[in-house]
């Protein structure tokens, strides 16, 4: 079923568009940066959709082009440098890069709404935080100001903030780092959006506070049906929470599947690295099997597969010709022309032959 976009641009808020087909589509796209060395291709030909009530992990390195993609769905990628060189986002059938600036912002924190990975950084450090999560109701409700502080107490409960009554006037820095975070996961909630989107929302909290934020995040998305769209480099942090994975490099999805068959059956060699490179409880082994190399340039990509100078399984063909994403077994898709052998375990690099 296709969804025709109406000729007049949408109100905001929620019940503004159809809901009809997935809730986020992005669809071949394409994203440059125009720098002094030349265009450095961020993301080349970028497909996945969302549905409502489901959790997409966009994982990949630095330079993977994750963040890029975050910013370009929320309409905050800077531009120039940034320049969309082709595609389409589309939020509930409209396509968001069609819309003027002014209705890509009123659509912010409505509709779709982001984290970011330094609490600190996003929140106003001379503010008190109850008033900044309030501040969201004011504006987007016109609500009062004594209704407003109230709902900032009641959220603020709803992340987990002990004793809100007490601490809605505290400032930011009197904040823990998870602390901070869940207050900015309840102002990005506040509106309830339909998308959330969280760029690396723990990396900069310890193990154990990852856990618990990463289950608030989604315990929120399953109570207000939202799609949420995990951007991360560490395979480890989404294992519980996301229903399916798009592994990024060098701004292609190398290989997209629901969480299960990537965890059992890789299909490309950068996953399997992936994997690899993470701890295990269930082995003595304490040193780590990094991926060798670096992520290519993004002014001056490999011909064929972008991932050939690390790939030990590289042949010619590799090196000369692009692999296209194509199915492996139902929704599990790679980029690697070797994807059914790496997939089955049948493909072996010159030191797994010889153990
Ligand atoms: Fe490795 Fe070749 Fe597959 Fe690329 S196409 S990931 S170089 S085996």
Known sequence: MTTTPPSTPPASGPGAFASSGPLLEVKDLHVEFRTKSGVAQAINGLNFSLEAGETLAILGES????????????????MPPGHIAGGEIRYRGQDLLAMKPEQRRLLRGVNISMIFQDALSSLNPVLPVGWQIAEMFRVHQKMKRKAARERAIGLMKRVGIPAPEQRVGDYPHQFSGGMRQRIMIAMAIALEPDVLIADEPTTALDVTVQAQVMRLLKDLQTENNMGLILITHDLGVVADVADK????????VMEASDVYEIYAKPGHPYTKGLLESLPRLDSAETRLNAIPGLPPSLTDMPTGCPFSPRCPYATDLCRNELPELLPIVGQHTSACHYRDDIYHGRLQTPEEAQT
């Open 63 to 78: 330079g993977s082009g994750k963040s890029v993609t975050a910013q370009t769905i929320m309409g905050i990628l800077d």
């Open 245 to 252: 994975i798009a592994v990024m490099y060098a701004g292609r």
